[in-house]
């Protein structure tokens, strides 16, 4: 079953098909995407008052409340608030792991993917830095599996970007006595920006971005193109 776009012709609605393009969606595939941005936003709100009252002094009435929905729409997603609180926080370290696992089976030169991973996280750290200070701070109120997910996606990434440094050193294109210590060091370099990173200060986030990558090129001592 799908919801059918009828299309407009002579400035009149027409029911069915439309003579040009008619744009099909499946009903399934709109309903999943309705809850993902329910999700979402249920996220984003819970986020906010996590960061700024604290974990325990957040309930989820409050939450409802904000939202302006009953409590029971918020359970339908999360089944408690430690469940939301593990989605909150590992919402940047699932989009990081992801990249760096992307970068390691796609082409291109170890630079150029080392590159590429660096500015993809970089902007996710910027984008979710308050998810992340949540973490920071909320980590003990995570339930064991989020505890086990938050593992496993930094494990992940730090498999994969090790992966690619390993592959520049082959290639010679990278000169560095320990891939795991430089991993550490440019995935920290990256992460920290939540705490300092200010959209109001002397530098866009372009500009960030750019110096992050450059700082990691240094780290790595990369020979030139």
């Known amino acids: 079953?799908?919801?059918?776009?009828?299309?407009?012709?002579?400035g009149k609605l027409e029911k069915g098909p439309a003579a040009g393009l008619a744009a099909t969606v499946p009903v399934a595939q709109l309903r999943d995407r309705l809850v993902e941005v329910k999700r979402e936003e249920i996220m984003r709100v819970a986020g906010e008052l996590f960061f700024a009252k604290g974990f325990t002094q957040t309930s989820m009435e409050e939450i409802a409340t904000r939202l302006s929905i009953g409590k029971p729409q918020i359970y339908a997603c999360f089944p408690s608030k430690t469940a939301l609180l593990a989605e909150i926080c590992n919402w940047v370290t699932m989009l990081a792991a992801n990249v760096a696992a992307e970068a390691t089976n796609s082409q291109g030169t170890p630079r150029e993917r080392v590159v590429y991973v660096v500015r993809e996280l970089s902007r996710r750290v910027i984008e979710?830095?308050?998810?992340?200070?949540?973490?920071?701070?909320?980590t003990k109120h995570l339930p064991p599996e989020g505890v086990r997910e938050l593992a496993r996606n930094f494990h992940l990434f730090n498999h994969s970007f090790e992966s690619l440094l390993r592959e520049g050193i082959a290639s010679g294109e990278f000169r560095i006595e320990s891939p795991a210590v430089a991993t550490h060091a440019i995935s920290g370099m990256t992460t920290w920006m939540y705490s300092w990173f200010d959209e109001h200060g002397a530098l866009s986030v372009d500009e960030v971005v750019e110096e992050m990558v450059r700082l990691t090129l240094m780290m790595v001592d990369a020979r030139p193109n």
């Open 128 to 138: 979710g830095r308050m998810n992340l200070a949540v973490l920071f701070r909320e």
């Open 1 to 10: 079953m799908v919801i059918r776009n009828s299309g407009v012709k002579n």
